[in-house]
Antibody
Framework: EVQLAESGGGLVQPGGSLRLSCTAS????????MSWVRQAPGKGLEWVSV???????HYADSVKGRFTIFRDNSKNTVYLQMDSLRVEDTAVYYC?????????WGQGALVTVSS | DIQMTQSPSTLSASVGDRVTITCRAS??????LAWYQQKPGKAPKLLIY???TLQNGVPSGFSGSGSGTDFTLTISSLQPDDFATYYC?????????FGPGTKLELK
């Protein structure tokens, strides 16, 4: 089974930027749809973004215009560039293979937006 | 956006009990529905997709049913490892949305 590993989380001030990475094992990455899903502390799950194998993208309204998803198939990696971060973006960010449903999932990366 | 609701929000049960969690969509989503299990500090785990298809490796005690707007997740006989939070998710239309979760706790 494909395994996913996120990196790049951390503490950032409001208005700042951060880039998350998610690297996948396996040879099918280039044909996979990949998504980011987040979970604020003590809250439920919120879909953030998806990128198709043909580079088409969709975003949640809450991040549209601030976050950018992109991929590098040569590195089996999908990225989430997060700009103009807000306190309410604080969450664990998971990457996941997306077939409509999500799975498998990475272990998550904590992003904390605070001054 | 398609809104997802779940009931109950918390369910107290004992090992060996049969439990059912309900998920409702604000509009018809056919069978474009998935169920996940999440334990504290862990990533969610896919249990069921397309409303009733069991993911590989998921115990057969889990089952899903429904179509349109009303769906159920049933655990036929609770095991100690099943106490967790369960989420439904629709993938009929963007933005994909999750239900608020049902916490299954030990009575």
């Amino acid at each position: 089974e494909v395994q996913l590993a996120e990196s790049g989380g951390g503490l950032v001030q409001p208005g700042g930027s951060l880039r998350l990475s998610c690297t996948a094992s396996g040879s099918t990455f280039s044909t996979s749809y990949m998504s980011w899903v987040r979970q604020a502390p003590g809250k439920g799950l919120e879909w953030v973004s998806v990128i198709y194998s043909d580079e088409r993208k969709h975003y949640a309204d809450s991040v549209k215009g601030r976050f950018t998803i992109f991929r590098d198939n040569s590195k089996n990696t999908v990225y989430l560039q997060m700009d103009s971060l807000r306190v309410e973006d604080t969450a664990v960010y998971y990457c996941a293979n997306c077939e409509g449903w999500f799975g498998p999932w990475g272990q998550g990366a904590l992003v904390t937006v605070s001054s | 956006d398609i809104q997802m609701t779940q009931s109950p929000s918390t369910l107290s049960a004992s090992v060996g009990d049969r439990v059912t969690i309900t998920c409702r969509a604000s509009q018809s989503i056919s069978t474009w529905l998935a169920w996940y299990q999440q334990k504290p500090g862990k990533a969610p785990k896919l249990l069921i997709y397309k409303a009733s298809t069991l993911q590989n490796g998921v115990p057969s005690g889990f089952s899903g049913s429904g179509s349109g707007t009303d769906f159920t997740l049933t655990i036929s006989s609770l095991q100690p490892d099943d106490f967790a939070t369960y989420y439904c998710q629709q993938y009929s239309a963007y933005p994909y949305t999750f239900g608020p979760g049902t916490k299954l706790e030990l009575k």
